[in-house]
């Protein structure tokens, strides 16, 4: 690292870069197994944590994404206007 470059480095510790390193990754779709090579955990149960709040973040993607599209009927996002017309009085 050229030292221009260290200096820029020091305000991060080796946990925070290993973190940073491990939920970018997790959000790739990178397995357990992957992650713990890279970052050096021993147990991939430490490595859950980051997997599961990618997964959490792909899910909620994918929810809105059906939400739009109306995979389900006709509860489309973009048609919200007609879900909510009310009937003429009786």
Same mark, same amino acid.
């Given at each position: 690292?050229?030292?221009?470059?260290?200096k820029r480095f020091k305000k991060y510790s080796a946990h925070g870069l290993r973190k940073a390193a491990a939920t970018a990754l997790a959000?790739?779709? /990178?397995? +357990?197994?992957?992650?713990? /090579?890279?970052? %050096?955990h021993k147990n991939t149960k430490e490595i859950d944590h980051y997997t599961k709040e990618a997964n959490k973040k792909d899910m909620? =993607? +994918?929810a809105i994404g059906k939400l739009e599209?109306?995979?389900? %009927? =006709?509860?489309?996002?973009t048609n919200t206007s007609q879900l909510f017309v009310q009937s003429p009085s009786k």
């Open positions: 690292v050229p030292p221009s470059s260290a959000e790739t779709g /990178a397995f +357990n197994q992957e992650l713990a /090579a890279i970052t %050096g909620a =993607d +994918n599209r109306g995979t389900k %009927g =006709d509860h489309r996002l």
